[in-house]
Structure formats: structure tokens, C-alpha cells
């Protein structure tokens, strides 16, 4: 291993010239220099808080007398401390596997601060006492670490060496953060009698080259021969969250790595998985086993069911019995524990809940399957890469009696028949039908999803506007809106976020739905308002509030997509009583907009003799829009939300 690490520095020093990073900085351990301490802000962004100097990680799969074949890698990180606020990432965790079976071990870790005192370079080694292992959950280790004496200036520099017997199991190498990154080197050693598929993703340039290396000897292997592939990155702009975006990770300057393929003398294995395979191994795992499992609640399932014919009836009422026995502890899990364990304990997670209600309904005689999902914040599902570790969480595919498909998730109390969480709206889940047998199913088109506010106003002869306010809210609109509010320990809480979402003093406010097992919720509200006034004119805003967030598409240029929570209609109708002894003098201008994303956007203003009445209706079908086409969208949502600035002005009659 020393001799390819040896050529890895070689290639890298060579590398140099043609890419030099913005603070030289030694490639080395413990070589910190007097300048790295020296210097107050990173030239490429002032407005960093820290800054990556450099970051290196050395990997390779070989053999190992210890630990057989395994993945080994030696990793260093080095920060510069350039504000008060970064002074957090100072610290961190490494997460291990707790797996008896699958050993790996973190040896040598290390971490270092350097201030310049008096012309001098100062060290502080973090003691042992600095570096806690404890168990982060049932499978995982923590290993947390924090550095001593940081303060704005310092350096830090964390190392460590990581061996997993899990060779096939490469992490991924993130070049990007959230700080800025000065220099990044990343290589990986593979013997070439394995076979792997390897992607970049991101948008700045990372330098690459491949070479040949000898690796270790190993007993009836002629070849020791390895492919080395170097990265380097150099000037990496910090990664800034953006507005709509659901998974930000998964735009990161980054490289992936997947074995699929050994190739000895007279051995080959293919370790390349098929969906197939998946689907197998799904079927084989506690998933399917526990939700296959007779259901702990049979006899009140047969009580339910006796004397009710229809379906959705039926399921509606299994699932509520399930959901007073056993309550989401609000974790997202994908493999359940025994039915038994989790009843007793009255409380699981998803994956628990799931299995226990898939099994009720099973009993009742529906037919069910398990509905593999990764979750939209956990990045987009790469449909060529099957893997059951690419899933978080499962939820239920039910058939009724008359062949109609309902898809819920057990454990979400907000939830319903076809009304998921906007987290689980992915086009692709993966739906289990039994062994080497699967469909694709699309989830986020499962529903209509409506909201309709219908306002009733009049506005007095000094401007104050009154009125009340009728919301209706639909399948994952009902979810979104119960979602927000349910947790407000009691009405003045209530009452104070509402008014901080629409801007207006609300009284006599009632909601319904918000602990109902359906797929619809209400809202209405007395309010009182002030509108402007100029003379003898009364100038009134139609909206009471902006129906919908331009945050998006503030930037003349976005990098990223604009994901979008949900396929949605919105529906506003504004009446307005004309005060008395006014006359209309001015209405808003009636449009219509329309996009590609497909989205379109109507609004309409009509006065009779008594009232003025405002329709808008907004409809987006688009889950997703891509950075070509964000000009476009740029442009119409500029225009959509520019009505939510229309006024309606009256003038008193002479």
C-alpha cells in the first residue's frame, strides 16, 4: 500500500503547476505553515466563515493479513478558523457499523489546532478524553471528536484510517461543502480483477487522471496489479442551499464508486444486483415477514369488518384501530420489528406501523404489497443502480374488492388513502410483489389536490376591511395544511401562526378535520383589516395574503432545479361589498398566464351594481423545473405573483 500511496503523491505534486490552489498549502500531515495561520479571509469569498485549506482521502481495496479483503482508507481534513461562527465545524462525528459480521475499525484518529503566537506556531492535540464512542442507534456507532483551543485564526487538521470488511461497499467522496474548499484530492486503488461502475456528479470541474500500481501480494494471485484513479479539486465554491430544492446533497461536487464484479482463476462472482434480486431480497427480510405474519389484532379486525360492505370503510377503520394501538415515534425506518414488541411498547417507527397495519389488512382479506420509497430529500432514486440500501422507508399498496389501488402510509396520522406525505411524492417507488416480482409505481400523481378560499367582505368608510374567510382544503392539501398546524399546544399558539401566515387579525376561527381520518380539512376566520386610503379614495388588496412564495425564483440565474411540493389547484374568489356612497374608479386588469412546466393562471375581476368580485385560479401540474427552463418559469411566476399586488380603488361620489 505504501508504494501506489507513494505514486498518488507523485501524480499530485506534478499536478501542481497546472493547478495550483488560491493558499499554497503543504500535501502533508502535521505541515502547517506560518502563512496557513497567518492569514485572515479567503480571497474567492470574503464572507466565509471557514475554509477548507485541504482535504485529502486515500482509498483502496486490497487485502489485508488483519482484516482479509476490505476497504481501507486514510483520510485528512484541514480547516482554517476565519470567523466566530466557524468555529462549530471545529468538531465533528465519524459513524461506524456496530455489525459483528462486518468489522470496521477507525484507528489513529487524530485532531490538531494550530495558532500563531508570537511569530510561532503553537500545537494542541485534542486528548483521548475529547473523543467519545457511543452508540448513535441499534446498528451504529458514534465516534465524536472536538478540537481544543480554536479560536478565529486557527488551523485544524483531523486524520484518521478507516478498514470495513464491507469491500463492496465504497462510500461516496464529496469534494463540495458548505464551506469553501481551497484544495481537495481524492484517489482509489481497485485490484483490476475487479470489475465497478464509477459517476460524477455535480457542476465545477474536478481534474482526473488513472494509472497503474502494484498492490499487495496475495497467495494464488498472479496479477497484483491495481487501477489508481486521482481526483483533484481546486477552488470549490461553498454549496448554498437554495429555496425549493428538496435534496441539496445530491447537486454536491461528488464521485461514487460500485463493485460489481470479481474475476479470479476459475472464480467469478457478480455482485451487479437486479431489481429482481432486490425484490427477493425484500421478500426474505423482516419487511415482508412481519407484515406477512398472522396480525396480532385479528379477532378486531373480524369486529370491524361484520356488517360493513364498503371497502373504504373498512380499511379506514383498521387503520385507526392500528394507529390508537401503536403510535409513530415519528422516525422514518425501513425494516420493522416483531409485531409483538412493537405492540407491547404501544409506539415504532414507520416501517413498524406499515407492517403491523399491512398485516390487518391482509386479514380482513385485502391484498397488499410493501411500497419501497426513497424519500425526495434523500436525492432522486437511480433506477440503474439497483440496491435495496438506496431505500428509506416502505409504505402500502391495498387493492380494494373492485381492483381500485389505495397507497397509504400506516403511520402518518396526517395521512390517508392516496394522500402521502409531499416527502414520499417520488415517480419512482418500488413495488414489491413477491419474489423476483416488482412494479415501478408513480406516487405523485395519486390525487387531486385542491384548496378553495371563498372571501366575504366589505370595507368601512375609514378603510377598515372586514369579512370572513372559507378555506377548504384536499387530499394532500388537507395533509399539508394539518401537517402545519397540528402541533400548536393550544388555540392562542394557533391563532398567532395563523395570523403570521395571513396578515390580517383573525377571530371566531374553527378547523375542522385536523384529527379526522380523511382526506379534506376547513378553515374559516372573522377578519379585520386596514386598507389604504389617498383623499376620498379607499384602495383595497383583493388578497388578504400571497397565495403563492416567489423565494425561488428571486435570481436572474439558478444552478439548480425548483422542486415543487405537489401537483396543485388553488382556487381564491374574493367578493367585496361596494362601500356606500362609493363608485368604482379603478378594477385590476383581468390575465391569464400560462407555462410549460404545464402550469396556467387566471385572473378575473367583475363589478356589478353592489359588489366587486375577484376570481383567481392557479394550476400546477409540474413536479420539477429543470435549470433550462428556469427563465421561462422565472418570468411566469414573476407575472403570477404580481397580481397578489392588484388594488381595487374606490372613489367617493360627488
Not at 384536499?474 to 399546544?489: A, E, P
Not at 388578497?543 to 425561488?552: E, N, Q, V, Y
Request: aromatic content about 12%.
Amino acid at each position: 500500500m505504501k508504494l501506489k500511496f507513494f505514486f498518488v503523491s507523485v501524480f499530485l505534486m506534478l499536478c501542481l503547476d497546472s493547478m495550483a490552489q488560491r493558499i499554497p498549502v503543504s500535501e502533508k500531515v502535521d505541515d502547517i505553515s506560518v502563512e496557513e495561520c497567518a492569514f485572515e479571509t479567503y480571497p474567492a469569498d470574503t464572507s466565509a466563515a471557514a475554509l477548507v485549506l485541504w482535504e485529502n482521502c486515500k482509498a483502496d481495496i486490497d487485502y489485508s493479513h488483519t482484516y482479509g479483503f476490505c476497504y481501507h482508507k486514510v483520510y485528512s481534513r484541514r480547516l482554517k478558523i476565519l470567523k466566530e461562527s466557524g468555529k462549530s465545524i471545529a468538531s465533528g462525528a465519524i459513524y461506524i457499523s456496530k455489525d459483528k459480521d462486518e468489522s470496521e475499525n477507525v484507528l489513529r484518529l487524530t485532531v490538531t489546532t494550530y495558532n500563531l503566537e508570537d511569530g510561532k506556531i503553537v500545537r494542541t492535540k485534542a486528548p483521548k478524553s475529547s473523543i467519545v464512542k457511543s452508540d448513535y442507534n441499534e446498528n451504529t456507532q458514534k465516534i465524536a471528536f472536538a478540537a481544543e483551543g480554536v479560536k478565529v485564526g486557527s488551523v485544524v487538521e483531523i486524520s484518521y484510517e478507516l478498514f470495513n470488511t464491507r469491500f463492496l461497499d465504497i462510500p461516496d467522496f464529496y469534494f463540495q461543502s458548505e464551506i469553501p474548499v481551497n484544495l481537495s484530492t481524492y484517489s482509489i486503488s481497485i485490484p483490476v480483477w475487479m470489475g465497478f461502475n464509477r459517476a460524477m456528479r455535480g457542476f465545477d470541474h474536478i481534474d482526473n487522471d488513472t494509472f497503474k500500481v502494484n498492490g499487495e501480494r496475495i497467495e494464488g494471485i498472479d496479477d497484483n496489479t491495481h487501477r489508481m484513479d486521482v481526483y483533484r479539486a481546486v477552488d470549490l465554491p461553498a454549496f448554498t442551499d437554495e429555496a425549493m430544492l428538496y435534496c441539496p446533497d445530491q447537486y454536491l461536487d461528488a464521485i461514487s464508486y460500485e463493485v460489481t464484479a470479481v474475476s479470479l482463476p476459475g472464480n467469478f462472482r457478480d455482485f451487479s444486483q437486479k431489481w429482481e434480486t432486490v425484490a427477493t431480497a425484500v421478500c426474505e427480510s423482516p419487511i415482508c415477514i412481519v407484515m406477512n405474519a398472522r396480525s396480532r389484532f385479528k379477532d378486531e379486525v373480524e369486529s370491524i369488518c361484520a356488517g360493513k360492505t364498503d371497502d373504504l370503510e373498512k380499511l379506514s377503520a383498521i387503520l385507526d384501530m392500528v394507529r390508537s394501538n401503536v403510535i409513530w415515534n415519528e422516525k422514518i425506518t425501513l425494516v420493522p420489528d416483531n409485531q409483538a414488541n412493537v405492540i407491547k411498547a404501544h409506539s415504532g417507527g414507520s416501517a413498524d406501523v406499515n407492517a403491523i397495519a399491512g398485516s390487518a389488512f391482509a386479514a380482513a382479506g385485502f391484498k397488499v404489497s410493501p411500497v419501497l420509497v426513497r424519500l425526495r430529500s434523500r436525492g432522486t432514486l437511480m433506477t440503474n443502480r439497483p440496491m435495496l440500501s438506496a431505500f428509506n422507508t416502505f409504505i402500502l399498496h391495498v387493492v380494494t374488492s373492485d381492483g381500485k389501488d389505495l397507497f397509504v402510509d400506516a403511520a402518518d396520522p396526517s395521512g390517508y388513502f392516496n394522500v402521502l406525505p409531499e416527502n414520499y411524492l417520488v415517480h419512482s417507488a418500488f413495488d414489491v410483489k413477491g419474489e423476483a416480482s416488482f412494479e415501478w409505481v408513480n406516487l405523485d400523481n395519486l390525487s387531486t389536490n385542491t384548496t378553495y378560499y371563498m372571501v366575504n367582505a366589505e370595507v368601512s368608510d375609514e378603510g377598515t376591511v372586514s369579512g370572513h374567510l372559507g378555506g377548504k382544503y384536499i387530499n394532500v392539501s388537507s395533509y399539508d395544511f394539518k401537517d402545519t398546524f397540528r402541533d400548536y399546544d393550544n388555540e392562542d399558539d394557533l391563532y398567532e401562526q395563523m395570523e403570521k401566515f395571513i396578515p390580517v387579525d383573525i377571530s371566531n376561527m374553527t378547523v375542522t378535520g385536523f384529527d379526522d381520518f380523511g382526506d379534506s380539512s376547513t378553515l374559516d376566520f372573522d377578519f379585520e383589516a386596514e386598507c389604504e386610503t389617498a383623499g376620498d379614495m379607499l384602495i383595497v388588496n383583493p388578497f388578504l395574503f400571497k397565495i403563492l412564495s416567489d423565494a425561488a425564483f428571486t435570481k436572474e440565474v439558478r444552478k439548480f432545479p425548483v422542486d415543487f411540493s405537489y401537483p396543485e389547484i388553488t382556487r381564491y374568489v374574493y367578493t367585496l361589498k361596494i362601500p356606500e356612497g362609493y363608485a368604482v374608479a379603478q378594477l385590476p386588469k383581468n390575465c391569464v398566464y400560462k407555462s410549460s412546466l404545464p402550469s396556467t393562471m387566471s385572473f378575473r375581476v367583475l363589478a356589478d351594481g353592489s359588489t366587486v368580485r375577484v376570481q383567481f385560479q392557479f394550476d400546477n401540474k409540474a413536479m420539477i423545473a429543470l435549470p433550462d427552463d428556469y427563465s421561462e418559469v422565472r418570468k411566469y411566476w414573476t407575472d403570477v405573483c404580481a397580481v397578489f399586488n392588484e388594488r381595487i380603488i374606490f372613489k367617493k361620489a360627488e
